[in-house]
């Protein structure tokens, strides 16, 4: 019996990749940023690693600014480390 694909993403901080169920996808809505916890809304996507300290990375490097061209505030940061522990 052939193996079940496994769909992969990049990491923006890491650029490791990793199967979708290890990563958190960010969107790029009009009203901003939100996390997609259904991996499915329509919009620019972004993944990054379900690893606290890669979130750390990614906010000590601006990684999001980078990438947005733009602020992300760090209240951001803080959600997306509340997602790690659900």
Not at 10 to 30: A, G
Not at 43 to 53: A, L, P, T, V
Not at 65 to 85: A, M, P, Q, R, W
Request: glycine share 4%.
């Amino acid at each position: 019996m052939p193996e079940k694909h496994i769909p992969l993403r990049m990491c923006i901080v890491t650029r490791q990749m990793l199967p979708k169920s290890e990563l958190i996808r960010i969107v790029k809505t009009d009203n901003g940023l939100i996390i997609d916890k259904t991996q499915k809304k329509s919009g620019r996507g972004f993944w990054i690693s379900k690893d606290r300290e890669v979130i750390n990375q990614a906010k000590k490097r601006k990684a999001l600014n980078k990438i947005l061209k733009g602020e992300v505030k760090s209240e951001f940061y803080e959600e997306l480390e509340k997602c790690l522990d659900e």
